[in-house]
């Protein structure tokens, strides 16, 4: 149920919708049903007085024209954005967070997990928009190379990696991972 539109509280929802979703249709294939007459509406997931309260204050639509599009809409909308539209800064939210497990044995396992936290740190902070595009891939890059333990970075010449201009392009994290792994 969504009781608040914070970001937090949307991100944990749509995540939870999208399991929701994937189980839903699984089911239905198995049963040869119909999904879409099987799966909760995105307004049924709303609180009533909320729902309410944003159509009067935010969105300026009546309750009964609401469609299950234009709610994700305006939730990605919200999820996608930075937050309290200020630009955090991204060394530190890397520093703090985006850590090799060095308690996983496997190494490939590892490097997915890393490149896996990088994404969910990425979208936890609604900074998706700086990492895409050319230049979002050579940002990204560049914070996953900034951001690997002093150990890997002896056992390997890094720096040929990270200067090599060949690698900032869109292969770079392909590139990347196969370097590390």
Do not use: Q
Request: charged share 35%; net charge negative.
């Amino acid at each position: 149920m969504i009781a608040d539109i914070s970001r937090e509280a949307l991100l944990e929802w749509l995540k939870l919708r999208k399991e929701y979703v994937a189980m839903t249709e699984a089911r239905c294939k198995v049963g040869n049903e119909d999904v879409t007459g099987v799966l909760r509406s995105v307004r049924d997931s709303f609180d009533e007085d909320l729902l309410e309260m944003m159509c009067e204050t935010r969105w300026d639509v009546e309750i009964k024209d609401l469609t299950d599009d234009f709610l994700m809409a305006h939730i990605k909308a919200i999820t996608g954005s930075f937050m309290n539209r200020e630009l955090p800064d991204i060394d530190d939210l890397f520093r703090d967070e985006l850590k090799f497990d060095l308690t996983i044995s496997d190494v490939e396992a590892r490097v997915t997990a890393y490149f896996h936290l990088a994404n969910e740190i990425i979208k936890r902070n609604g900074v998706s928009d700086l990492f895409s595009g050319e230049d979002g891939v050579k940002r990204k890059c560049k914070v996953l190379v900034n951001s690997i333990p002093g150990p890997l970075t002896h056992r390997r010449p890094l720096s040929r990696f990270c200067w090599d201009k060949k690698n900032l392009g869109g292969k770079c994290r392909f590139k990347l991972y196969r370097w590390l792994g």
